[in-house]
């Protein structure tokens, strides 16, 4: 990561002297994963901030909402993430300390490789230049751990102790709570921007007829954000995805955290799935891309066909597990960048308007560092990443 645009990021905690000099006021609109924790950071620098959600963090249609969330540090090539997630991780377990409140669930994380395995390969200096603990496992060392897996066309596998799974609207709950004890506002309501005068918005409304005004403003409407700004419309897509909760035996632990660790199939299923999930079921999803929905009015209704693949997906990797029960089955949406990385950059048009989004499928996990990134950009007491900003998918969307 040496030289990446967040090495040695000024990951700079609030002080007194800061809060006191600094005095801006901010409307952050979102309080998902992204914008939560951007609220509360923003906060904790200083700044005198409002919340806005149309229905609440974390709630049944946000990105953010349902039980759990997987938190890795293999990323591939993308050094970027790895460094984050290491970063994330002192982040929740500090502030889980801090709230009294259990989000982060240790159980270690198993990442399978396939046949072609340049993804996993390219992730292991990052892995250690991050000081990530993992092992690098061969399948007869992985066969011989969990037995309730069947490795067939896994060639080896990445095992991180350290990594696992978060609780995912509990979280963004504990974020508000943190927020509000700490003096923040929060008010749940829609907002639209205002008019766009001298690169500068004037305003948002909310409940159609308030306006609110702030020295800046900070958008994270994670899968709205196209709705919000149709500029955004061709840079992010929601998609959507289907997730399922089997049933395990009763008083079976070979499917809980106690035995076994989240799981990210890297050959050619690309399916994860988190044991246990905090007493929810034997959590599966298949993290391939699904239509095109809006993240309002879609009917969140697992399918056939969806429901179908996952069952053939566990005869084969967990065959103990090929008849049991669904028990629940949930729909959300990934929104999608053009090439799945984050946004954090200013609204092309309105100097004081930030644009945080683009979680892609992987966005939860890195909340509290993207809240840090997000309210060093609005203060301006750090650039954000190069890699985060809007020009890039822009540009990629003209050519
Ligand atoms: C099924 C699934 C599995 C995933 N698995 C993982 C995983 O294992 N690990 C991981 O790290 N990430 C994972 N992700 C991705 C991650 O959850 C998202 O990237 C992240 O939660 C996005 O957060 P956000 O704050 O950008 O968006 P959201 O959580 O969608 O928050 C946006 C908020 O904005 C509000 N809003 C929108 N428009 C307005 C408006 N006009 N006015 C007021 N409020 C508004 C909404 O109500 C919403 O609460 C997964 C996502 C899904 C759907």
Redesign the pocket.
């Known amino acids: 990561m040496k030289g990446s645009a967040i090495a040695g990021a000024a990951y700079i905690v609030g002080s007194p002297a800061l809060a006191s000099s600094i005095r801006r006021s901010v409307i952050v ?8 924790w951007s609220a509360l950071q923003l906060l904790q620098r200083g700044a005198k901030v409002t919340l ?8 049944s ?6 039980e ?4 890795r540090a293999t990323y591939g090539p993308a050094g970027i993430y790895t460094q984050m997630v290491a970063r994330a991780l002192q982040l929740w377990q500090e502030s889980e300390r801090q709230w009294n409140v259990k989000l982060f669930f240790r159980t270690g994380v198993l990442w399978m490789a396939g046949t072609d395995d340049s993804y996993e390969r390219a992730a292991l200096p990052l892995l250690k230049e991050n000081g990530i603990r993992f092992e690098k496992l061969s399948t007869t060392d992985c066969a011989r751990r969990w037995p309730q897996i069947n490795f067939e066309d896994i060639s080896w596998s990445i095992y991180e102790p350290d990594s696992g ?2 609780a ?1 609207r509990r979280s ?1 709950e504990a974020v508000l709570n943190a927020f509000l004890k700490e003096g923040g506002e929060y008010r749940q ?4 921007p205002g008019p766009i005068n001298a690169n500068r918005m004037q305003g948002i409304s909310i409940n159609p007829v308030e306006i609110l005004n702030a020295d800046s403003y900070v958008f ?5 954000l196209g ?2 700004f149709p500029v955004l419309v061709p840079i992010i897509t929601p998609t959507r ?1 289907e ?1 399922f909760f089997f049933g395990t035996a009763a008083g079976d632990l070979r499917f809980t955290e106690a035995q076994l660790p989240v799981w990210i199939d890297g050959a050619k299923h690309r399916f ?1 799935g988190i044991p246990g999930n905090h007493w929810r079921g034997f959590k599966i ?1 298949d993290d391939a891309r699904g239509p095109t929905i809006d ?1 309002t009015t879609m009917e969140r209704r697992i399918s056939d066909e969806g429901l179908a693949a996952a069952r053939a997906y566990l005869r084969l990797r967990f065959p103990v597990m090929a008849g049991a029960p669904l028990l629940e089955g ?1 729909v ?4 999608n960048s053009l090439d799945q990385n984050f946004i954090l950059d200013r609204h092309p048009e309105a100097e004081n308007v930030w644009v ?2 683009g ?9 509290p560092v993207m809240g840090e990134m997000v309210s060093n950009a609005v203060l301006g007491l750090k650039a954000p990443p190069l890699e985060m900003s809007l020009s890039r998918l822009l540009k990629k969307n003209s050519t």
């Open positions: 609109i979102g309080a998902g994963a992204f914008g939560g806005l959600d149309a229905w609440g963090p974390g709630n249609r946000a990105s953010s909402g349902g759990t969330r997987v938190i799974y978060l995912a963004c309501a829609q907002a639209t994270s409407c994670g899968p709205w709705k919000v995805q997730v994860y999803a993240p949930r959300c949406q990934y929104e945080v989004g979680g892609s499928g992987h966005g939860f996990k890195h909340g």
